[in-house]
């Protein structure tokens, strides 16, 4: 028996704490390439013909919440003064 690949699938859940019209209907995640990703999901309704589609939204799980400065390793150790 060869082993599950959860690659290219996820899940999603009711939100059951939403408080807001903001926050997603639904919550999960999912892995695309080998990475996983936070999945939100909102129900909403289109203004042409009002038909329920969803929209989602993708963040990667280990995405650092500060991104370190660019260090430029050319610059010169002379002064121009």
Request: negative net charge; aromatic residues 14%.
């Amino acid at each position: 028996m060869s082993e599950y690949s959860n690659e290219l699938s996820g899940v999603l859940f009711r939100n059951d704490r939403k408080d807001k019209d903001t926050q997603p209907d639904y919550n999960g995640t999912c892995q695309i390439e080998g990475v996983e990703y936070f999945m939100n999901a909102w129900v909403k309704e289109s203004k042409k013909d009002g038909r329920k589609f969803f929209s989602f939204s993708f963040k990667a799980k280990d995405t650092p919440s500060h991104v370190p400065p660019v260090i430029d390793n050319d610059i010169s150790d002379e002064l121009p003064f």
